[in-house]
């Protein structure tokens, strides 16, 4: 091998990448990269899912009936599951499911803060 073929070829193959096209390396080797990338889609996930999925309802149903089907949102929980069981997402999953936990500790924290501050002020 030589070393131009080694530049373009990806680690995973031996078929080498288009001319002008290589991967960066921190995308197929960098440690912190899947962790990092789970961990952030897990911190938007537990912020955008509940939201879109009750305006989609909204705009759809009655208020009665989106009171109704909104506890379906945690049907959403089984996306970290899946990526858990899978062998090659595993690691993925692992750090997405950190991030949803980390981002609904750090709300219901900062939540009950803000009413225990509220409530000892009015006093």
Do not use: K, N
């Amino acid at each position: 091998m030589s070393a131009d073929h080694t530049a373009t070829e990806s680690p995973d193959t031996a078929e080498p990448h288009p001319p002008g096209r290589q991967l960066d390396w921190w995308h197929r080797d960098h440690p912190t990269f899947t962790a990092l990338s789970g961990f952030f889609t897990g911190l938007v996930f537990v912020c955008l899912v509940p939201g879109v999925y009750l305006t989609v309802l909204d705009t759809m149903f009655s208020t009665e009936t989106v009171e109704d089907l909104f506890p379906l949102v945690l049907v959403a929980l089984a996306v970290p599951a899946v990526l858990l069981a899978l062998p090659r997402t595993r690691r993925f999953g692992g750090y997405m499911l950190i991030g949803m936990v980390v981002t609904l500790i750090v709300v219901l924290g900062v939540g009950w803060l803000v009413l225990w501050v509220l409530l000892r002020t009015q006093s």
